[in-house]
């Protein structure tokens, strides 16, 4: 079927496109030069925003420690429940919804592409099977490189080549999409009680530092030319201090940007910036890392922002989360899987009158409207970390005004509120930067040729939202934005209306990207062979057979060939 | 003067009935046309209350509302839930999750009512002629927001886990309770005028029970601190002797624990305790 989407003002930064009223045309799925108007399901879109599909480039929706999340959480679920219809499946959830309401919940809101990280590897095939489950929106996964035994082992002794050798192995394995380094160093020596203290404590046994494991698998991303640049939870995540350890993160790796590309992505990065030495004086770093940013272009952020709510922390990063559940006194899980990694969960709730948490919501904000370049930081909560994904129009709203952030700054900690940096920020951001924040900028970091924009030939991933830019003042109506945000006018994936101001009319499933290395070489000579099928029966509960996961094992797949020279 | 509506069930239920729009803030300033039409839940289907329940205005003078249930309301579930002024009557047993989280007025059963009655209760008044169920004022699973304030009171019998995770008010239980009442308890005070079937206050961090029928046994991370002659409850002197426990210490808690002395001699031995 092909569609017209006529007169709608379209948002489309990647293709330059301010706001111009145009037309989309869509035949076969992609965007194409125009269609048959007499054939076409015409989409009237005046008066309306036209932007691409949105994509999340951090959002824990699916695995094993989501669905862990889910049974700990019978309490976050009761409230919110949604009953079947005619197309949809019932379900239920606040901050961890269960699989096939998260994908309702992106599809309404305008996302079609969202990212998965911190996939453990031994449970990737848990995480493909409930992404499977997750219609609609198309997605990606990242394992967790960052403590695996091998690639510490590869670095230790100085074997980048084999470590990308076995890196590229490993993604193919999972059907992963990036490589997803988590508190590098920590969560292994979290298996022996402790936690790496700063980019150069060595972890126990291995001998070898947060920094080595960094840039080592930066130059290892180098070199199998991922679309998408390493994606890094820094050491000391959630510590007053840590904006420093972030700085130097994001400083160690300076010297492989060899062109203006990108070469680290820091996550959420609002938990990586606090300053002081204690949470009685801890305050925003914010500043500092904006400052850097603005001036290096070779890394890029998400935000992490915190939403005032009850929701479910959920992180690799073992060692926090136990500081997490002292700190709460809440219930909490702690799991260590195997030679891979760590996790924890605890539930918690963000309070407007903590001290910590209302600074914590204000360095988000900062981070976002401090950093000049939009292109460089994105929109995230860290889902489900600072708040459920749907509160994405709130943030939105925060961004886009003045006046909504003070709405909330004079409900927050009187204390915090008089140490924020945002009343003395002016900037108001416009809808063509949030149409970077939300779709092109992620598109780009993640490497999406076909995603975050709307020129001819890229996928009929469209967002249409009911608000008009020449009669709404969003600094004023934050409100109206923050509604129209919330429910898409119209959802449309891959060229098919999936929502209509709010109704899910259509549910296809969403493909999975996965990155296929195409070597001139081997992956691996028959000695590293035998030596990783040694060592899976040493390590794991798992054999290498039942490792790794078939292309067939995916619904849809959709793979990524990279062609790269070991 | 008031306004009273009769509420009878039109069947008897087989499946349980999700009926959280029985409350006086919810009828409030509408018609009885108006109150027919609300949704309910019977099982996994939609229905309209009138479907299930006969609606009669028995009264109409200016006034309080009240709500007068008559007949088996033991599967429905949820009534006079966040209800924050009023008053229910049930004339029958009611279910589950009666009064859930309700802030003010007052529930008064002629019967029996199920598990978690005033189930994270902030406030109001809930009276059960006969006995109730489990969990009594506790929260919902999983979550931690026990009863804040307010008073229940149980003329028979209560089950387990009574005051599970609470955090203010005052329960009044005038038969006997199952295991582990007060369970995980922050404050707030517990009144057993029956016997305990065991293990009161496990993990208490603060506020107070008092047992004065026969328990078993005191969970040995309780430790004997006085004899009382009687305690104080809501304004009224419970004569004693008790012997107050401090506990639970394998939580760091604080709580008092009051067991009767006379019912319980087989507890002489901790006097031993106190020289």
């Known amino acids: 079927m092909s569609l017209l989407i006529k007169n709608g003002f379209v948002y489309d930064p990647v293709n330059g496109i301010d706001g111009e009223v145009m037309d989309i045309a869509v035949e076969g799925g992609r965007i194409v030069e125009k269609v048959d108007e007499r054939e076409a399901h015409i989409i009237d879109a005046s008066g309306m925003i036209v932007m691409p599909g949105g994509i999340d480039i951090h959002t824990h929706i699916a695995g094993a420690e989501v669905n862990s999340g889910r049974l700990l959480r019978p309490e976050d679920h009761v409230y919110d429940f949604e009953p079947k219809t005619a197309i949809t499946r019932s379900g239920v959830g606040h901050s961890i919804p269960s699989t096939f309401t998260t994908g309702y919940r992106y599809a309404r809101m305008g996302y079609t592409f969202v990212c998965n990280p911190s996939m453990p590897p031994l449970e990737a095939r848990h995480t493909h099977e409930e992404l499977e489950d997750t219609p609609i929106v198309d997605k990606a996964t990242f394992p967790l490189l960052g403590d695996w035994w091998f690639v510490l082992e590869y670095l230790r002794d100085g074997l980048i080549k084999e470590c990308a050798e076995h890196v590229a192995w490993m993604i193919m394995a999972t059907k992963g999409y990036a490589i997803k380094i988590v508190n590098p160093g920590g969560l292994e020596a979290w298996g022996f009680g402790r936690n790496v203290r700063d980019l150069d404590d060595q972890v126990p046994y291995f001998n070898v530092t947060p920094r080595e494991i960094i840039r080592g698998l930066c130059i290892v991303n180098k070199i199998l030319s991922l679309p998408h640049t390493i994606h890094v939870h820094t050491n000391r995540l959630g510590q007053p201090g840590n904006y420093i350890t972030t700085i130097k993160t994001m400083d160690c790796v300076k010297d492989l940007a060899t062109s203006d590309k990108p070469v680290i992505h820091i996550t959420h990065c609002q938990f990586s910036a606090f300053k002081g030495d204690s949470w009685a004086n801890m305050k925003s770093g914010a500043e500092d890392i904006a400052k850097y940013v603005n001036s290096h272009s070779h890394a890029t952020l998400d935000m992490g922002q915190i939403i005032f709510t009850d929701t479910t922390t959920m992180t690799a990063d073992g060692p926090w989360q136990y500081t997490l559940y002292e700190l709460s006194g809440n219930k909490w899980v702690n799991h260590d899987v195997e030679v891979e990694t760590s996790s924890g969960i605890v539930p918690f709730r963000y309070r407007r009158k903590s001290y910590v948490h209302a600074t914590m919501w204000s360095i988000g904000l900062e981070l976002a409207l401090l950093i000049n370049d939009p292109w460089k930081i994105y929109l995230t909560t860290d889902h489900p970390n600072g708040g459920p994904f749907t509160s994405y129009p709130k943030i939105i709203s925060w961004l886009m005004s003045r006046r909504a952030r003070e709405k909330t700054l004079e409900k927050i900690n009187r204390k915090a509120r008089a140490r924020s940096l945002l009343p003395s920020i002016d900037r108001e951001l416009t809808f063509y930067e949030i149409a970077i924040l939300t779709r092109a900028g992620q598109a780009k970091a993640l490497g999406l040729k076909s995603k975050g924009h709307l020129g001819v030939g890229a996928d009929a991933d469209i967002a249409i939202y009911n608000i008009n830019p020449r009669l709404v003042d969003p600094a004023r109506d934050y409100k109206t934005v923050r509604r129209a945000f919330s429910n898409a006018a119209y959802t449309i994936k891959g060229g098919k209306i999936v929502a209509k101001m709010g109704e899910i009319i259509n549910v296809p499933d969403g493909r999975t990207y996965w990155i296929n290395f195409n070597m001139d070489c081997d992956v691996f000579s028959q000695r590293d062979l035998a030596d990783l099928r040694r060592k899976f029966r040493e390590y794991w509960t798992v054999e290498y057979e039942n490792y790794i996961i078939p292309e067939s094992y995916l619904k849809v797949s959709a793979p990524i060939t990279v062609r790269v020279g070991v | ?275």
């Not at chain 2, 009666?98 to 007052?106: A, P, Q, W, Y």
């Not at chain 2, 329960?171 to 009161?200: E, L, P, Q, W």
């Not at chain 2, 004899?227 to 304004?235: A, E």
């Open chain 2, 1 to 275: 003067m008031k306004i009273i509506i009769q509420v009878t069930p039109r069947y008897q239920f087989k499946v349980p009935v999700y009926a959280e729009c029985i409350s006086p803030n919810v009828f409030e300033g509408k018609g009885l046309e108006e109150i027919s039409r609300l949704e309910v839940w019977e099982g996994n289907r939609r229905r309209r209350l009138n479907e299930l329940f006969k609606l009669e205005l028995v009264k109409d003078e200016e006034g309080e509302l009240t709500i007068n249930l008559v007949g088996n309301f033991s599967k429905v579930r949820g009534i006079g839930a966040k209800m924050s002024k009023g008053r229910i009557i049930v004339d029958g047993d009611a279910g589950m999750h009666l009064g859930e989280g309700m802030s003010g007025g007052e529930i008064i059963v002629n019967g029996s009512a199920g598990s978690w009655a005033g189930g994270s209760m902030r406030g109001g008044r809930i009276e059960i002629k006969g006995s109730a169920g489990d969990y009594i004022g506790a929260p919902y699973r999983g979550s931690n927001e026990g009863m804040k304030a307010g008073l229940i009171i149980v003329h028979g019998d209560a089950g387990r886990e009574v005051g599970c995770l609470m955090r203010g008010g005052l329960v009044k239980i005038y038969g006997s309770v199952r295991h582990f009442v007060g369970i995980n308890m922050v404050d707030g005070t517990i009144f057993v005028r029956g016997d305990c079937a065991g293990k009161a206050g496990a993990g208490m961090r603060n506020g107070r029970i008092i047992i004065c029928g026969r328990i078993p046994s005191v969970l040995p991370t309780f430790t004997i601190d006085s004899i009382r002659p009687n305690v104080d409850v809501d304004g009224e002197r419970i004569p004693g002797p008790f012997y107050r426990f401090i506990g639970d210490i394998a939580d760091g808690g604080e709580g008092k624990l009051f067991v009767s002395k006379v019912t319980n001699p087989h507890l002489s031995r901790y006097e031993k305790y106190l020289q």
